[in-house]
């Protein structure tokens, strides 16, 4: 029996729209504040087009709409890469998502830096580690030498040795993955720093106020391991609270993604 009379209506018509809607609110707010809500706005603008030139029968405009839109699903993809690869990376990144009890890349990422950064204390070796979020346009990644690496251990710290070309700059992690290494990064401008911090942390510092992110530094004088998010530097951590600053601001209890960078300026060699 029809639950609604007149209408072909029922309860799983009724919970198939709730999810057609929460799936097309879940979209937006994905997209919102990002390029791709112009974009889509734009495809939703040719369609219009498109159904009203049929409307009047303009059969050649049509046809040329037509073959433009029948490539629509690649363009989409192509057009929201960024968003699209945010989006699955968080999904992978749920621990409650996680099979078999197995390891996120994200943690085994963790315990790489980890082991890399408790090495490079240990040895004095200087390393300005940075956490890009997973989409975005970054600019000082160009200043150095492009990679798309494992992040490994040994990887890291042979890049910071004395002996490597890379060591002074820093190492980009993007998407769990070392993007670029060598990059020369802004220093702050921040006149209430201490003149006893060296050209990493003030460039960590700097790169944390612009962007956002969260930049790992070991000193080449003393070993202290430093942390800099949001502006503010927190030195002398143990590897322990290393490990806890990381899981607390990784997708492990939480993930926010940042999509907004701006250009750095003041480029030097860190030292």
């Not at 490539?71 to 699209?84: N, R, S």
Request: some cysteine.
């Amino acid at each position: 029996m029809n639950p609604l009379g007149f209408l072909d209506f029922g309860l799983l018509d009724f919970l198939e729209t709730l999810i057609i809607a929460g799936a097309l609110v879940g979209v937006y707010r994905w997209i919102r504040g990002t390029y791709a809500i112009r974009a889509g706005v734009g495809i939703l603008f040719l369609l219009l087009i498109n159904f009203i030139i049929r409307l009047f029968g303009f059969t050649t405009i049509d046809f040329i709409l037509s073959a433009i839109l029948d490539v629509g699903i690649l363009a989409v993809f192509i057009i929201f890469q960024p968003e699209i690869r945010g989006l699955l990376y968080r999904i992978g990144q749920n621990p409650s998502i996680r099979l078999f009890g197995g390891k996120s890349s994200t943690e085994q990422v963790i315990d790489e830096v980890m082991n890399a950064v408790k090495h490079m204390s240990k040895e004095y070796i200087g390393a300005l580690i940075v956490f890009a979020p997973p989409s975005g346009a970054l600019n000082f990644d160009n200043t150095g030498t492009q990679l798309d690496s494992v992040v490994k251990q040994k990887l890291l710290v042979s890049i910071f040795r004395k002996e490597s070309p890379l060591h002074d700059g820093a190492v980009i992690i993007r998407n769990n993955r070392i993007t670029a290494a060598g990059c020369f990064l802004s220093l702050s401008e921040n006149p209430n720093l201490s003149k006893s911090l060296g050209t990493r942390h003030r460039a960590a510092i700097g790169m944390s106020e612009n962007n956002n992110m969260f930049v790992i530094v070991v000193s080449e004088e003393t070993g202290r391991i430093s942390v800099a998010q949001n502006g503010n530097l927190n030195s002398g951590l143990s590897i322990q609270r290393l490990r806890k600053e990381m899981e607390s601001s990784f997708s492990l209890t939480k993930f926010k993604e940042e999509v907004a960078f701006s250009a750095p300026q003041n480029e030097i060699n860190l030292k």
